[in-house]
C-alpha cells in the first residue's frame, strides 16, 4: 500500500491496539473521514479514530460505510455520535457515469486496483470458501473468472494449487 502511495498502512489484525496505532501514525491529528469497508467491530473503532481531540478539528468527523464483510452488526455507543457529530452516510456502487470513468482511468493507466487473486467461475465454492476463511491476511479484490477466458483474464492472478487442500 505504501508503495501505491499510502501515507500510512495500519494491520487491523490487532483491534486492542489499532486506535492508539492509527493516532500515532497522524501524531495525534484528527481524521476528518474514514471509509468503512469492513463493518463489525472495525466501525466502533474507526469512530474511535475520529473523536479524539474536537477542539483541533475545522470540520465535523464522516463516516461513509460501504460495505459489511467484518459483520452487518456493531456495538456502537449512540451518545458519541451525537456528542461528537460524527455524520454517518451509506455508499453504494455509485452510478453508470462514475462506473465509466472508473474503466476510462483504468485502461489510461491512472488507476490501479489491487488484485490478490483469480478464481475460476467453476471454482465458485472454493472462492467463497477462501474469502469467508480469510481473516485479515490478504489485500485487494477475488474476482471470479468465466473459465472460457481463465487463460487470459484469470490464470495470471490464480492461487498457488495448495491453497486448498481439499479442494474439489
Keep these: ?4 502511495g499510502a501515507e500510512a498502512v495500519i494491520d487491523r489484525g490487532d483491534l486492542d491496539t489499532f486506535v492508539e496505532r492509527v493516532l500515532d501514525a497522524t501524531q495525534g491529528a484528527p481524521i ?3 471509509m468503512d469497508l469492513v463493518g463489525g467491530a472495525m466501525t466502533d473503532l474507526f469512530i474511535d479514530t475520529m473523536i479524539g481531540d474536537m477542539r483541533a478539528r475545522t470540520t465535523y468527523p464522516r463516516l461513509s460505510i460501504a460495505g459489511a464483510s467484518g ?4 456495538e456502537i455507543m449512540w451518545t458519541r455520535i451525537y456528542l461528537y457529530q460524527v455524520q454517518i452516510s451509506g455508499v453504494s456502487h455509485g452510478t453508470r457515469e462514475e462506473a465509466e ?12 486496483p489491487v488484485l490478490h487473486a483469480a478464481f475460476k467461475l467453476s471454482e465458485l465454492h472454493v472462492a467463497e470458501r ?13 474476482v471470479i473468472v468465466p473459465d472460457a477466458q ?19
Design 1 to 4: 500500500l505504501l508503495a501505491l
Design 32 to 34: 476528518d473521514a474514514v
Design 71 to 74: 459483520g452487518n452488526l456493531s
Design 101 to 112: 470513468q472508473l474503466i476510462e482511468w483504468i485502461r489510461a493507466g491512472q488507476l490501479k
Design 130 to 142: 477462501y474469502f469467508v476463511n480469510r481473516g485479515s491476511s490478504f489485500l485487494g479484490k477475488i
Design 150 to 168: 481463465w487463460a487470459e483474464h484469470g490464470a495470471p492472478f490464480a492461487l498457488e494449487a495448495n491453497v486448498f487442500k481439499d479442494r474439489a
